[in-house]
């Protein structure tokens, strides 16, 4: 499996522009979805597929609700 830095990231639709609160996700090759703060690109963690879309489901429909604080 590679290094996290050697996967492809994408950043959230939601991250902000100046880079500070960025969260950023890869596909890894195992069905498995890597997940990391932009800020510290070294600290992630990875999560199944499945998991990762019950999670998005939930933000979406307001189930979990996230702070902007």
Do not use: Q
Request: positive net charge; contains cysteine.
């Amino acid at each position: 499996m590679p290094a996290l830095s050697e996967l492809k990231w994408f950043k959230s639709s939601f991250s902000e522009a100046s880079g500070n609160a960025c969260v950023e996700v890869a596909v890894r090759d195992d069905a498995r979805v890597a997940i990391r703060h932009s800020v510290y690109p070294a600290w992630g963690f990875s999560v199944d597929r499945t998991t990762f879309s019950s999670f998005v489901s939930a933000v979406r429909s307001g189930t979990l609700s996230i702070s902007t604080r």
